[in-house]
Every structure is written in C-alpha cells, then in structure tokens.
C-alpha cells in the first residue's frame, strides 16, 4: 500500500493531473513546468542526453530514438533506484563530439557549481543544429 502511494505520489510531483492538487505542494509550479516540457518535446529529436535524469520522469514525453540518462556520480544524494544510464565526474561528459541530437536536462544548472564548464561539455557532444531544452526553477 505504502509503495503504491510512493508511485502515485512521485508521479504526480513531475507529471501531476487534477489529482495532483490535492497531494502534489507544488502542482501549480509543476503544472507550468510540465506544459513548458510538453511544448519543447517537439523539438528533441534522435538520440537524446537527459542531462542530470535522475529517476527520468520526462522520458514518456520525449519520443526520440534512443534515450541516454547521465547523472554525476557524487552528488550528495544516494542514487539508490534511479535510472541512470551513465555516470560523469562533474567535469568531462564521457561521450565523443557530436554524440547527441538532443540534450535535455530540468532544474539540474541551479546544483552545478562550474556551469560555465558544463555548458561547454553540453555543446561539445550536441551535434550541429542539435537542440536543448532545459527549465530552471524560479
């Protein structure tokens, strides 16, 4: 019963419906987040980089080819249970130039420290005419 309730509740925190409103705190914001991910899916293509995935709770709305999730490996907080395809050290994306067609990532620039860096990374492994789409809090 408990982890059912995990499911329904983890799931209405990043993809909340009107059930939502009664157990999710930050339904309005998530709400907004959630249309703003809609809209972009239109635009991530091919092979796709979920910068910072987590747990991946977007990957149903991004219809791409093939889904690649990487997470930093020390990140304060246990992995334990997420989806996590590949690992970094914070600092080198380990995949070639021009690897991806699409990078995704939501609310993960606000925990990096060397976003300038990152930044650098992220456009190192998107292909020409690539696309990005990100959200930021606040």
């Known amino acids: 019963?408990?982890?059912?309730?995990?499911?329904?509740?983890?799931?209405?925190?990043?993809?909340?419906?009107?059930?939502?409103?009664?157990?999710n705190p930050y339904y309005i914001i998530r709400k907004g987040l959630l249309e703003g991910v809609r809209w972009g899916s239109q635009y991530m293509k091919g092979r796709l980089l979920d910068f910072g995935c987590g747990n991946k709770p977007y990957r149903e709305l991004l219809k791409v080819d093939d889904y690649v999730?990487?997470?930093?490996?020390?990140?304060?907080?246990?992995?334990?249970?997420e989806d996590i395809d590949v690992f970094y050290d914070g600092r080198t994306i380990p995949f070639d130039n021009d690897s991806f067609d699409s990078v995704f990532?939501?609310?993960?620039f606000e925990h990096v420290f060397n976003l300038p860096e990152v930044l650098k990374e992220?456009?190192?492994v998107l292909r020409p005419g690539g696309h990005m789409l990100m959200t930021l809090p606040f």
């Open 1 to 23: 019963m408990i982890s059912r309730f995990r499911k329904i509740y983890y799931r209405q925190m990043f993809i909340p419906t009107f059930t939502g409103i009664w157990i």
């Open 69 to 81: 999730g990487l997470d930093i490996e020390t990140s304060g907080h246990s992995h334990e249970g």
């Open 105 to 108: 990532t939501s609310e993960v």
């Open 122 to 124: 992220l456009h190192r």
